[in-house]
């Protein structure tokens, strides 16, 4: 009755997965979110070899698809009572611009419109939770993004940075929204800076491009394994200390100070409202 259940998104590799055998060691029940069931399978295997634990799971997650983050969502609220922490992990890198199954550019779509619908659709378990978490895994490339209104799914000028760094401060916009809005309940929710980490984040998945690059950048001093990078998620998850910390942004599991475009309460609940158009969702 005491273990803590944690569900996290983009487990089969990297940050990912390092978060999820970390913390299965620590007593954790994990759910493993996976967009691709074999590679799924395999990380699976992976995990409950290298923590020892039995109590790791997996469950098919598709955050490009509204349709299946819902379906995702009901059979998760059926399976279970309750979510301790949700652990908003997955991301995308693009070198050239795909859409999601509803037509929004990928790295926005799964980045932050994925999270932000199945985040809300998960809110009851977490509140069942007698101390509800979400992490929600940004990026130091915030710092040159920006929501670019008049055409959010870039369309025109695509460019992996552009792309990227839009979603990363939506990451930081969600997270200072969502923390004002949860005041007043048992949930916080933070957001982080992994670091420079090696991982197959920048691979395409279909043509496998982006390997070399990976292999080579992996050795370089600057870049962090896996496991280091996962470090502050597992912190924000698991530390006593931050037990009432919400809406804060972490880096090597301490507090960072935003920029001031970051800290825009007006343009981040503009961009809250837009997310729940483009969703699909009503303000409960």
Known sequence: MNTKRVLITG???????????ELAKRGYEVIMGCRNEERGQKA??????K????????MK???????????????????????????????????????TADGFEMSIGVNHLGHFLLTHLLLDALKSSPQGRIVV?????????????????????????????????????????MADKLKDTNITINCLHPGAVATNIGVDRDTGFGKRILAGVAYLPFFQTPEQGAETAIFLADDSSVAQSSGLYYYRKKIHKLKPKALDDAEALRFWEWSQEQVGLQEQ
Not at 44 to 49: F, V, Y
Not at 61 to 80: M, P, T, V, W
């Open 11 to 21: 487990a089969n590799s990297g940050m990912g997965l390092a978060s999820t055998i």
């Open 44 to 49: 699976l295997q992976e995990a409950r070899d």
């Open 51 to 58: 923590s020892g634990s039995d109590q790791i799971s997996l």
């Open 61 to 99: 997650c598709d955050l490009g698809s509204l349709q299946h983050i819902r379906e995702f969502a009901e059979q998760f609220n059926q399976k279970y009572d309750r979510l301790d922490v949700l652990l908003n992990n997955a991301g995308v890198v693009n070198l050239k611009r795909h859409e």
């Open 137 to 177: 895994v940004s990026s130091g490339a915030y710092k040159i993004g920006k929501i670019h209104w008049d055409d959010p799914y870039l369309h025109n000028g695509y460019t992996v940075i552009k792309s990227y760094a839009q979603s990363k401060i939506a990451n930081i916009f969600f997270t200072r929204v």
